[in-house]
Structure formats: structure tokens, C-alpha cells
Nanobody
Framework: QVQLVESGGGLVQAGGSLRLSCAAS????????MGWFRQAPGKEREFVVA??????????AHSVKGRFTITISRDNAQNMVYLQMNTLNPEDTAVYYC??????????????????WGQGTQVTVSS
């Protein structure tokens, strides 16, 4: 099993920045990718960004490309994934979920690719 714990959400004004963190623990050695999704009220959960843990390649949703950056740090027991979010706008308001997968890098923007989820952290952007 893999456990994911997010932190760093909060309230920010439009144009501001936030940094989310996700701590992965447990059987992380088998993971192929980590990423972020988000879900706004009344909407489906949508893909934001993913990073391949083998070669560090990344893939961003069009809506966040150029504004959000995913990075990863590794130590013996834990992977940490960070999401730097800049130039935030009210449309970015959502619960942000960290995700992890043991599957090969394919259709990573689809919900079913991801097998592990965090509990979510709220991001609210005021206008």
C-alpha cells in the first residue's frame, strides 16, 4: 500500500501563488508516476499534471501549462511531490488531490490510471 498526504492549500488572491506538497510513504518503490488532480464544486475531478518517476518527464493540462510546475524530491523512505502554482485565478479554486500509480506511463490524464489518492487539500482563489 501507498499512503499520500497533501498539505499547503489555502486562500489566495487572484494573481498570487501557492505551493502544494504531497508526501508518499509505504511501498513507493513500485510507483511509476505521481501527479495532481483537482475537483471544483459541481464538477468532475480533472487532471492537472503528472511526473514520471523513472525519467522525470512531465505532462501538464493545457489550463495550467506555464503557470504550474511539478517537482519531486526523493529519499530512502519517502517521495515528496510539490506543485508550485503561480498566477492563480478563481477558476483554479478546487480541492487538489495527490495521486500515484504503479502502471506504465499511458493515458495518465485518465482517472483510472491512478491507484492511490490523498485526502485532498482546498485551494481557494479570490477575485
Amino acid at each position: 500500500q501507498v499512503q499520500l498526504v497533501e498539505s499547503g492549500g489555502g486562500l489566495v488572491q487572484a494573481g498570487g501563488s501557492l505551493r502544494l506538497s504531497c508526501a508518499a510513504s509505504g511501498r513507493t518503490f513500485g510507483l511509476d508516476a505521481m501527479g495532481w488532480f483537482r475537483q471544483a464544486p459541481g464538477k468532475e475531478r480533472e487532471f492537472v499534471v503528472a511526473i514520471n518517476l523513472i525519467d522525470d518527464r512531465t505532462y501538464y493540462a493545457h489550463s495550467v501549462k506555464g503557470r504550474f510546475t511539478i517537482t519531486i524530491s526523493r529519499d530512502n523512505a519517502q517521495n515528496m511531490v510539490y506543485l508550485q502554482m503561480n498566477t492563480l485565478n478563481p477558476e483554479d479554486t478546487a480541492v487538489y488531490y495527490c495521486a500515484a500509480s504503479q502502471k506504465s506511463w499511458h493515458r495518465i490524464d485518465e482517472y483510472d490510471y491512478w491507484g492511490y489518492w490523498g485526502q485532498g487539500t482546498q485551494v481557494t482563489v479570490s477575485s
